[in-house]
């Protein structure tokens, strides 16, 4: 299994990398994301033969598929390390809990700080510290983070020998829990840093260090954002256990209601699809910052504007361009990278594109994805109707999803 770029397939631009060289790094060369050159495919007696697996066991069958040139036992060890029931508090991980007939709530943040971005990113902590020593190689993380993603890198990187974090967030703008989360961490190579300011000027500082190729060099800097292709992939897993956990054979359809931001859990769901899980349709959920609800509703990708956005009570997805999106259009495409090529110009140029009227177009209607949007006042109606009706408290980007 090898990676291309999304926007350099075929040309020569991006030679075919092994998932080790993709691991680390962020954008392809030529600006485009690492994507595998074929989704493995399970067939339904392939699928029934994983029904029984426990999480771990899932995990590997489904991530030696995607981490090929990790040996086995190297990706069982660093597997069987991460997804305990000491760090995800029971040895489902991912519990299911039924709240009706046919209406379950998947439990993907009983994680170390409560994210669903625990499920990844404790992989990601692990991988990370085995590529390196094995390349006997340090590496500095700059991030920024307006609340989930900071907690859980840190949780993730905190102790792993050659690695270090430097997290940007602004000050006094994060919830105390967050907060207290990340500035209580007294490990010697995580290091906060507050900005007097807002996200997007964290953002900023980070991507000006993105962007210059030299300094990045220089000081061994690399990210933990998204768009990292294993933090995708690790998400894939509790689908499957989702799945088998709500049927009883593969014969039966389930569908996922996504609270969405940057694509990257919605994305994972549509790989699973790809590979033979059942799924009925992808419901991608938005709040106000609906630049996919349109997309999905519409054919029409329209990136929003910093000013734009804005700052909602399901924060995680207050976005306004979704990064792992240009995965899931170059599936569309059929895997032509001229094609994404040609619509991320189009982004750029004039801030958007319109697959009406392109082949895409009837691509994106049988892909199998929904969407819709919700309100702030939609979603605290829906947090009452939940608590009242099953006793559960539902957080506000479940909320999204719900609704
Ligand atoms: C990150 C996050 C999201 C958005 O997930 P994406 O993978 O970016 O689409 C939604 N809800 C919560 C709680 C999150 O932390």
Redesign the pocket.
């Known amino acids: 299994m090898h990676y291309v770029s999304t926007r350099g397939a075929g040309f020569g631009d991006a030679p075919p990398q092994p998932f080790s060289a993709i691991l680390l790094e962020g954008l392809a060369p030529d600006g485009g994301l690492a994507v595998p050159e074929s989704y493995p495919r399970f067939s339904a007696a392939e699928l029934n033969a994983l029904r029984p697996l426990n999480y771990r066991e899932l995990a590997l069958a489904i991530l030696s598929r995607y981490f090929a040139d990790i040996p086995a036992p190297d990706l069982k060890s660093l597997i069987d390390r991460t997804y305990t029931k000491a760090n995800f508090g029971s040895e489902d991980i991912t519990p299911l809990r039924k709240l009706d007939d046919g209406l379950y709530l998947l439990r993907v943040s009983n994680g170390p700080t409560l994210?669903?971005?625990d499920i990844a990113m404790q992989l990601l902590g692990n991988l990370f510290e085995y590529v390196l020593g094995r390349e006997r190689a340090t590496l500095n993380i700059v991030g920024a983070t307006s609340g989930?993603t900071g907690p859980a890198a840190e949780y993730a990187m905190r102790g792993k020998r050659g690695i270090s974090v430097f997290m940007l967030s602004p000050l006094g703008k994060m919830s105390p829990f967050q907060t207290a989360q990340m500035f209580s961490l007294a490990d010697s190579n995580i290091f906060n840093i507050a900005i007097g300011g807002v996200f997007d000027d964290c953002q900023d500082l980070v991507k000006t260090i993105g962007a210059d190729a030299a300094f990045k060099r220089k000081y061994r800097i690399g990210t933990v954002n998204?768009i990292n292709w294993a933090r995708v992939a690790a998400q894939i897993v509790y689908y499957f256990k989702g799945y088998f956990a709500a049927t009883a054979h593969e014969d039966e359809e389930v569908s996922f209601a996504v609270?969405?931001?940057?694509?990257?859990?919605?994305l994972a769901g549509h790989v699973a699809k790809e590979m033979g899980l059942p799924i009925r349709r992808l419901i991608v959920a938005t709040n106000e910052n609906d630049v996919l609800d349109e997309f999905f509703k519409s054919g029409r990708y329209r990136v929003r504007k910093t000013a734009e956005t804005v700052t909602t009570s399901s924060p995680?997805?207050d976005i306004s361009k979704a990064s792992n999106f240009e995965r899931f259009v170059y599936d569309l495409a059929g895997g032509d990278a001229a094609v994404v090529r040609d619509l991320w110009q189009q982004v750029e140029t004039r801030g958007g594109f319109d697959l009406a009227g392109t082949p895409l177009e009837a691509r994106l209607r049988d892909a199998g994805f929904v969407s819709g949007r919700s309100t702030h006042a939609d979603r605290i109606a829906t947090i009452r109707d939940v608590h009242n009706r099953y006793g559960v408290v539902i957080d506000p980007?479940t909320a999204d999803g719900w609704r």
């Open positions: 994210a669903f971005k989930d998204s609270p969405s931001g940057n694509f990257g859990n919605v995680s997805m980007h």
